[in-house]
């Protein structure tokens, strides 16, 4: 069992930046890629980025590539979104969650989700 809780999320005008953090709870955190989704209101959860368990792999989705860089600390067993240049529509719930194979994008590949922190950018 991994246990995964997401902070950094909060109230940012358009074009600024935020910092997601995801925390786990085992020591085998590096043997898993670890992927950041999100989900707005009234639509489906949707892949944001995701990373290789030896750091090695980066994946994105279209809408974040270039704004959004995801990173890793398998010492510290945490996983980090950076966020540039927000838009409104990147409003959403975030969640971090956990993957013992790699195949990046889809939700339903990921064992452990954490419960998701708030990002609302305001236009």
């Known amino acids: 069992q991994v246990h995964l809780v997401e902070s950094g999320g909060g109230l940012v005008q358009a074009g600024g930046s935020l910092r997601l953090s995801c925390a786990a709870s085992?020591?085998?955190?590096?043997?898993?890629?670890m992927g950041w989704f999100r989900q707005a209101p009234g639509k489906e959860r949707e892949f944001v980025a995701a990373?290789?368990?030896?750091?090695?792999?980066?994946a994105y989705a279209d809408s974040v590539k270039g704004r959004f860089t995801i990173s890793r600390d398998n010492a510290k067993s945490t996983v980090s979104l950076q966020m540039n240049s927000l838009k409104p529509e990147d409003t959403a719930v975030y969640y971090c969650?956990?993957?013992?194979?790699?195949?990046?994008?889809?939700?339903?590949?990921?064992?452990?989700w954490g419960q998701g922190t708030q990002v609302t950018v305001s236009s």
């Open positions: 969650a956990a993957n013992g194979l790699w195949r990046p994008t889809q939700s339903a590949e990921y064992d452990y």
């Open positions: 085992r020591r085998t955190f590096s043997n898993y890629a």
């Open positions: 990373i290789s368990w030896n750091i090695a792999i980066t």
